[in-house]
């Protein structure tokens, strides 16, 4: 079974389109994260729920917009692509966001290519 | 979260130990020092943590320096599967925290 799971591993896209990108974990944790690791391997955390309430928005922009429809799900919507937003994502869960004497785990990751 | 240096990249012969170390010179008590790895094209995994003790599991091993302001990961049998970035993170305990990933450190393990 796969803790964490994401759909679909790859995406290829056009400038200007809308899409999304899904995330379950099977883990029964609380936590789950969006992460996006750039052309250059740079891994950066973007948002990060907590039994369906975002806790961490970092600095992207407003064309990403996460939504948990519940703790075991977290998807991730992009309006308007551009093709700096190629990159690959990944998602990733841990049982709590303050308890940090556990592990996160990650999935496969979700390649987006706009052109 | 505190700031962690590590080399870019490192080799070791499969079969021998491979010693990874990183440097958190501004590491505060309260704060873990965790480590990941990413096999390409795979998404990060999680290897081992600790505070200030060493510690062991069938993965690797951490060894925390006294002052914790350093540590190393130890992988006693290196094999060709280790191929990977390893990264070194530290990470505050008790708030809503992320895991802040650097560079790394690309440990190539060859024949």
């Known amino acids: 079974d796969t803790a964490v799971s994401q759909t679909p591993k790859y995406l290829v896209t056009q400038m200007g389109n809308d899409k999304s990108i899904k995330c379950e974990q099977n883990?029964?944790?609380?936590?789950m994260y969006w992460y996006k690791q750039d052309s250059k391997k740079f891994l950066k955390i973007m948002f990060s729920?907590?039994?369906?309430?975002?806790?961490i928005n970092e600095t992207v922009p407003n064309r990403f917009s996460p939504k948990s429809p519940d703790k075991a799900h977290l998807n991730l919507h992009i309006n308007s692509l551009e093709l700096g937003d190629s990159a690959v994502y990944f998602c990733a869960s841990s049982p709590s966001p303050t308890v940090l004497n556990t592990e996160a785990f990650f999935g496969q990751g979700t390649r987006l290519t706009v052109v | 979260d505190a700031k962690t240096t590590q080399p870019t990249s490192m080799d070791c012969a499969e079969g021998r130990a491979a010693n990874l170390p990183c440097n958190h010179s501004t590491i505060s008590g309260n704060e873990y020092v965790y480590w990941y790895r990413q096999i390409h094209s795979q998404g990060p995994q999680y290897i081992i943590h600790?505070?200030?003790n060493n510690e062991t599991n069938e993965m690797a091993s951490l060894i925390i320096t006294e002052d914790r302001k350093s540590s190393t990961l130890i992988l006693p049998h290196a094999t060709l599967r280790d191929t990977a970035v390893y990264y070194c993170i530290v990470r505050v305990v008790g708030t809503a925290s992320k895991l802040t990933f650097g560079t790394g450190t690309r440990l190539q393990v060859t024949l």
């Open positions: 883990l029964g944790h609380d936590t």
């Open positions: 729920y907590n039994n369906k309430e975002l806790i």
């Open positions: 600790g505070l200030k």
